[in-house]
Nanobody
Framework: QVQLVESGGGLVQAGGSLRLSCQAS????????MDWYRQAPGKERDLVAS???????NYADSVKGRFTISRDNARNTVYLQMNSLKPEDTAVYYC???????????????WGQGTQVTVSS
């Protein structure tokens, strides 16, 4: 079982910055890819950014050049640095991770509880 706990959300003015963190804990051999998703009211949950264990990254077009995903494998933690925030970035941000069990075969998908990001105009 893997638990993901996010932190760092809040209220910020347009043009401001926030840094989200998500730490994995529980019983697992390693955390593989980790991602950030977001869901605005009345909309689907969309992928924002992803990072492999080796550090390869991928971003949604809407956040390229403004958001940076990074991770610390020793701390089983993923970060999302969000700069030049816009009102349309307002959403609940969710951390997602894939883990490998100690049998080195079973993989599990885990989600955090979400953290609210609100950008005022």
């Amino acid at each position: 079982q893997v638990q993901l706990v996010e932190s760092g959300g809040g209220l910020v003015q347009a043009g401001g910055s926030l840094r989200l963190s998500c730490q994995a804990s529980g019983i697992f051999f390693r955390i593989n890819a980790m991602d950030w998703y977001r869901q605005a009211p009345g909309k689907e949950r969309d992928l924002v950014a992803s990072i492999t264990r080796g550090g390869s990254t991928n971003y949604a077009d809407s956040v390229k050049g403004r958001f940076t995903i990074s991770r610390d494998n020793a701390r089983n933690t993923v970060y999302l640095q969000m700069n030049s925030l816009k009102p349309e970035d307002t959403a609940v941000y969710y951390c997602h991770g894939e883990s490998t069990g100690y049998d080195l075969r079973n993989r599990a998908q885990s989600w955090g509880q979400g953290t609210q990001v609100t950008v005022s105009s």
